[in-house]
């Protein structure tokens, strides 16, 4: 725990943290189709980087904040780095450029008390309503966050079926 303090506090005072916290995914191990045979898509996503990230491309910070998170994973898989035959480093500038995150992130908002529960997306369209009758909203942006749980479309659809037996009622 206290190295992921460390990488929080290092990116909250502005730096790229000496040791990132990151989670880590070989997706073709479950889908050996997304990979050239004999490879692996191995995808990491790193939590907590500078703020300041999202506005300028930081490229050379960028590069080697990657290097430490590869640097990470190669105390635990020795052979790592003699393995990666390509790599793709998004940033959060590179996010909001390219896929319209806002701030780079990813959660389509910060997950911060000020925009959780009855404050997501923002207060008074925590119900996955609209002003619009009828139309619905869900995704990271929505109560309960990001991620990908399917948990707002399932609230969503239980909400429109909710207000559907009530049209029916009334």
């Known amino acids: 725990m206290d190295y992921i303090q460390r990488a929080f506090d290092d990116a909250r005072q502005g730096r790229g943290s000496q040791r990132p916290y990151c989670d880590g995914v070989i997706a073709s191990t479950v889908d ?26 930081h490229r050379e910070e960028v590069e080697a904040f990657a290097d430490r998170l590869i640097d990470g994973y190669a105390e635990l898989a020795p052979n790592l780095k003699g393995a990666i035959v390509h ?3 998004i940033s959060p500038y590179d ?17 911060t ?4 529960f009855h404050m997501r997306p923002v207060a008074g369209y925590a119900d996955y309503r609209t002003p619009l009758r009828g139309l619905y909203q869900c995704g990271s942006s929505t109560h309960p966050g990001g991620g990908v749980t399917g948990i707002p479309g399932r609230n969503a659809a239980r909400e429109i079926l909710r207000d559907r037996r009530r049209r029916k009622v009334a």
């Open 87 to 89: 790599r793709q480093v």
């Open 32 to 57: 050996p189709t997304i990979a050239p045979e004999g490879m692996h898509i191995f995808s990491m996503f790193a939590q907590w980087v500078p703020e300041s990230w999202h506005a300028e491309p």
């Open 95 to 111: 996010m909001e450029q390219e896929y319209g995150l806002l701030g780079g992130n990813i959660f389509h908002g910060e997950l």
């Open 113 to 116: 008390l000020n925009q959780l």
